[in-house]
Structures are given as structure tokens and as C-alpha cells.
């Protein structure tokens, strides 16, 4: 079985751009997270959607956007970037909440 | 907030030796999740504790979880060089609706 594959790999951007980030949660999932990572520290939470609503956001400004759609795959988006926001972004699914979750292999960006 | 504190940091053992890792919450455990990254991969879910005193197993690993120290351990026993990675511990917020994660702890294992 498919597990949580996410799209980009790998994303170079530029200071002031846009970017989308795409995951498609394990077969029968319903949820779905994303979470931010970088170098040599844990993930930190960003959004939590189930059955197409957001159930949970992080402390991350207003720049960052999320949606699911009716087939439980999920975008991430990411406005006016900035240099910090060079990161690993995973996503998880899960049948329900946190229970428990299943991650990708994340897509590195990195801002220049 | 909530805050997991990872202990080591990171660890360097011989192969074939045991080591724990321990993992300590600022806050009530409601549930707690261990996973292996490698560097700069996605997270491999190894085991998931929610009652207190629960004790789970897989192959040569064992996690822990005591509810009064709000704290959980995990224990590799004769250590192998595939055992080697980062080990993050995760909570689930009070609601249910994120994770919390640990700075991880790194494991080296020497052959």
C-alpha cells in the first residue's frame, strides 16, 4: 500500500514568492497535518484538517494556508516568503486526529 | 505551552550495547508517540503509548510510558548500526488536534 507521498521533493524560491505544497494521505485516511522542520529541531505544528475542515492550527502567521479537498489529498501554501522559512515540510495522515499519524518524506525548501 | 524535553541529545554507543532515551512532558501526557527520522527524511512511526504505565514492544525495542513523572523511555536492546538515526518523541495536544514533538535525540551506533 501507498504511504503519505507529498510533491515537490525539493523547492528553490526566492525572497517575497509564493509556494504550494501537495500531499496525498495514506489509502482510507481522513486526516491530514502539516508541519514545519528545520535543522536540529523537532517538528512544529502548522495545520490539521479532517473531513475538510480545520480542526487545529500552530503559531504560524497568516502567510501560511492550508485546504483539503473532497478526495482527502491537501495543499499546502506559503505567501510572501521569507528566508526563515527555509524548512522541511512534512505532512501526515491518520484515520482520525492524531491516532496515529503517518508522515511523508517531506519537501525541502529552501529560500535564497 | 507545552515542552518535551529529549535526554541524551544524542548518543554514541558500541553495537551490541542497550541504551534508553528518555522523554519528559512540562505538561499532562494525554498520549505519546515515538518515531525514527533519518537525516533529513520523513518520520517512521515505531509505537504509540496512552495509558499510564503501558509498555509496548517491537522487535528489539520498548517503550514506556509513566503518567505520574509525566514521562516516557525507550529502550533498544543489543544495539545495531540500523538502529542508528534520530528518535523523536510526540504528544498529543490537550484537544487531540496536533503533536507536539521533542528536539529528537540522535543515535550513533559503532560497529
Known amino acids: 500500500d501507498a504511504g503519505v507521498t507529498q510533491s515537490p521533493t525539493h523547492l528553490i524560491k526566492t525572497r517575497g514568492q509564493q509556494v504550494t505544497l501537495r500531499c496525498s494521505p495514506i489509502?482510507?485516511?481522513?486526516?491530514v497535518s502539516w508541519y514545519q522542520q528545520v535543522l536540529g529541531q523537532g517538528p512544529q505544528f502548522i495545520f490539521q484538517?479532517?473531513?475538510?475542515?480545520?480542526?487545529g492550527r500552530g503559531n504560524f502567521p497568516d502567510r501560511f494556508s492550508a485546504r483539503q479537498f473532497p478526495n482527502y489529498s491537501s495543499e499546502l501554501n506559503v505567501n510572501a516568503l521569507l528566508l526563515g522559512d527555509s524548512a522541511l515540510y512534512l505532512c501526515?495522515?491518520?484515520?482520525?486526529?492524531?491516532?496515529?499519524?503517518?508522515f511523508g518524506d517531506g519537501t525541502r525548501l529552501s529560500i535564497l | 505551552s507545552q515542552e518535551l524535553e529529549q535526554s541524551p541529545q544524542s548518543l554514541i554507543v558500541q553495537e551490541g550495547k542497550n541504551l534508553t532515551i528518555n522523554c519528559t512532558s512540562s505538561k499532562t501526557l494525554y498520549g505519546l508517540y515515538w518515531y525514527k527520522q533519518k537525516y533529513g527524511e520523513g518520520l517512521i512511526f515505531l509505537m504509540m503509548?496512552?495509558?499510564?504505565?503501558e509498555e509496548k514492544s517491537h522487535e528489539k525495542i520498548t517503550a514506556k510510558l509513566d503518567e505520574k513523572k509525566q514521562q516516557s523511555s525507550l529502550h533498544i536492546t543489543a544495539s545495531q548500526p540500523s538502529h542508528a538515526g534520530i528518535y523523536l518523541c510526540?504528544?498529543?495536544?490537550?484537544?487531540?488536534?496536533?503533536?507536539?514533538f521533542g528536539k529528537g535525540t540522535t543515535l550513533s551506533v559503532s560497529s
Open positions: 484538517y479532517y473531513e475538510k475542515e480545520e480542526r
Open positions: 503509548l496512552q495509558k499510564g504505565g
Open positions: 489509502s482510507g485516511h481522513k486526516s
Open positions: 501526515a495522515s491518520s484515520l482520525v486526529g492524531n491516532q496515529p499519524q503517518h
Open positions: 510526540g504528544a498529543d495536544n490537550q484537544a487531540g488536534t496536533a503533536l507536539i
